[in-house]
T-cell receptor
Framework: DTEVTQTPKHLVMGMTNKKSLKCEQH?????MYWYKQKAKKPPELMFVYSYEKLSINESVPSRFSPECPNSSLLNLHLHALQPEDSALYLC????????????FGPGTRLTVL | QKEVEQNSGPLSVPEGAIASLNCTYS??????FFWYRQYSGKSPELIMSIYSNGDKEDGRFTAQLNKASQYVSLLIRDSQPSDSATYLC???????????????FGSGTQLTVLP
């Protein structure tokens, strides 16, 4: 099974809302990633979890809060977002080996009003 | 700053032709290289991984790697309209925070295959 799942597919939220994005993989991968992608741009790394511990935070604003409850699950908690945070949020996973071959989920299309 | 650059697009080829996509990278220490295909509104899909110099073939796709020239390419033979997508080159590099090797993406090349 080479699938990474993400929920919800679409999310519309106001600037005062709190919401969460969820990601799940059953490939036995030990590294999981959150990316943000704006239209016509490549994915931009936000966070990396390795063996359920946060290993990379690419200077992401604190209104984005990641959580890794176990090796298969990854959440991204959202609070007080800005309209410019509207984007496609992608989750990916990999074996956390030197090759770093990553597989992406379908993404969550987020709109902040 | 570590960079990955792709040939500027968009690129249009007729159906049945060979599409050639190119990518250069700045980090000589990079060891793994990937091509992702991304359809409009969808997420990136891994189509090729290459780790050693030379060619790697998978169906109609061939990835070519030359570490000395810091160059990786993707050839799509017998191009089909269904190949129309954005192709992203990704290289495993030291992250911007300097803490670990992570994927750095090129800006992508939009390919259109004309029927």
């Amino acid at each position: 099974d080479t699938e990474v799942t993400q929920t919800p597919k679409h999310l519309v939220m106001g600037m005062t809302n709190k919401k969460s994005l969820k990601c799940e993989q059953h490939m036995g991968h030990r590294a999981m990633y959150w990316y943000k992608q704006k239209a016509k741009k490549p994915p931009e790394l936000m966070f990396v979890y390795s063996y359920e511990k946060l290993s990379i935070n690419e200077s992401v604003p604190s209104r984005f809060s990641p959580e890794c409850p176990n090796s298969s699950l990854l959440n991204l908690h959202l609070h007080a977002l800005q309209p410019e945070d509207s984007a496609l949020y992608l989750c990916a996973s990999s074996q956390d080996d030197p090759y770093n071959e990553q597989f992406f989920g379908p993404g969550t299309r987020l709109t902040v009003l | 700053q570590k960079e990955v650059e792709q040939n500027s697009g968009p690129l249009s080829v007729p159906e049945g032709a060979i599409a050639s996509l190119n990518c250069t990278y700045s980090d000589r220490g990079s060891q793994s290289f990937f091509w992702y295909r991304q359809y409009s509104g969808k997420s990136p899909e891994l189509i090729m991984s290459i780790y050693s110099n030379g060619d790697k073939e998978d169906g109609r796709f061939t990835a070519q790697l030359n570490k000395a020239s810091q160059y990786v390419s993707l050839l799509i033979r017998d191009s089909q309209p269904s190949d129309s997508a954005t192709y992203l080159c990704a290289v495993n590099m030291i992250s911007f925070s300097g803490s670990a090797r992570q994927l750095t993406f090129g800006s992508g090349t939009q390919l259109t295959v004309l029927p």
